[in-house]
């Protein structure tokens, strides 16, 4: 097969048919297959990210710069053009690599790069004012939020690693402004529904929602119940759209699992979680289809911490097994040595 690749290419040159070691990203690793890359890519930046979950991420003022920093930083490991918006022109392999002006993925097409700059400062803009988002609530924190994530997936501005990079300061901007967001009940089929949605109808609140389940904690506790009914059912919650109900939506499907709280409801498109006051007191039988219109807002679902801590205590002592197993101490292992390599690194310099 000819190499057709020019000079400063994102990629490395082709030299197989074989889709898999097609049009792979240049990396430290030098690795030439997208199964293979994948894996050390999501091993490093899992890293990387628990850094910035802990507090130990680049500091900003939440612009373009603390972007691109936070960019930066979860894929320092894998690509020397970490950091770098795609219509700028890194050294790769000691080649200056074109910039990338067009991109589309899954007939999306996203914002041409010549205007990343420009896209960058206007999707930002939302969360410009300190005073501001110190003054919000949850729900206008979520408005504002979901509109930088919407506009930001628009623009798209880097080569790889988009939504790992906005998650990772969209979650530094909670931990900043005094809300805790956690995307971990967000699967990847609903932020791709999101986006997508946004994409085509900017006013769409799709990502708006997603922020609100990820913020709220009775909309995570009630997420969290449909992963376990998922699970029950031999299925991996993170292989589907799962989200909470919004008050006023209607909502016809099977009922999936359900407690006294709340009840997962598996519809034509996704599965949807609604409080469990919103239904009939007799629940059909199985396979039987139900129709209702979601009233609660969940929060009546609220309880006390005390409450929560204690229907907690087998999950953590299921946790502590786990962190006894022989896999999870040899990744403890391997994350001590990085630390301990870069402890050296840092000294050498």
């Known amino acids: ?13 082709n030299t197989s048919d074989d889709p898999d070691r097609t049009d792979v990203l240049r990396n430290k690793f030098g690795i030439r297959s997208h199964s293979e890359l994948r894996t050390e890519e999501y091993r490093a930046t899992a890293f990387r990210m628990a850094e910035i979950a802990e ?9 373009k ?7 930066g930083h979860i894929f320092q490991d894998v690509y020397e053009w970490a950091g770098h918006t795609r219509n700028e022109s890194p050294i790769v392999d000691g080649e200056r690599m074109e910039p990338i002006g067009g991109l589309s993925k899954g007939g999306t097409s996203f914002l041409p790069g ?15 004012d300190p005073e501001v988002l110190r003054a919000s609530t949850p729900d206008q924190f979520a408005e504002r939020a979901g509109q930088v994530m919407a506009d930001l997936n628009y623009v798209h501005p880097f080569r790889e690693g988009n939504g790992r990079a906005q998650e990772a300061f969209i979650v530094e901007l909670g931990r900043e402004y005094g809300h805790d967001v956690d995307f971990t009940v967000i ?10 949605e946004t994409t085509n109808d900017p006013s769409s609140p799709a990502m708006k929602h997603v922020v609100e389940d990820a913020t709220d904690p009775n909309r995570r506790e009630a997420i969290r119940a449909a992963f376990s009914d998922l699970e029950q059912r ?6 589907h759209n799962v989200r909470t109900a919004r008050p006023g939506e209607k909502i016809a499907g099977q009922v999936l699992g359900h407690d006294d709280r709340v009840a997962s409801l598996v519809t034509d498109a996704r599965v949807v979680v609604v409080d469990r006051a919103d239904m009939p007191e007799r629940l059909p039988g199985d396979e039987a289809e139900i129709t ?45 040595a990085q630390r301990a390599r870069e402890r050296d690194d840092d000294r050498e310099r």
Not at 55 to 63: H, K, L
Not at 65 to 71: D, F, I, P
Not at 234 to 239: H, I, K, L, M, T
Not at 292 to 307: E, I, K
């Open 292 to 336: 209702l219109t979601a009233r609660s807002d969940f929060s009546r679902l609220s309880r006390d911490p005390q409450d929560i801590q204690a229907q907690s205590q087998p999950e953590r002592a299921e946790a502590s097994q786990q962190h006894s197993s022989t896999a999870l101490k040899a990744i403890e292992a391997d994350m001590a």
């Open 65 to 71: 710069q603390h972007l691109k920093a936070v960019h």
């Open 187 to 196: 699967t990847k089929p609903r932020m791709i529904e999101a986006s997508i």
């Open 114 to 128: 010549s205007r990343i700059d420009m896209g960058l400062d206007e999707a930002l803009k939302p969360i410009r």
């Open 234 to 239: 031999g299925e991996n919650p993170y292989e």
């Open 55 to 63: 507090g130990d991420g680049p500091q900003g003022r939440f612009d």
């Open 1 to 13: 097969m000819s190499d057709n690749t020019p000079k400063g290419s994102s990629f490395y040159p």
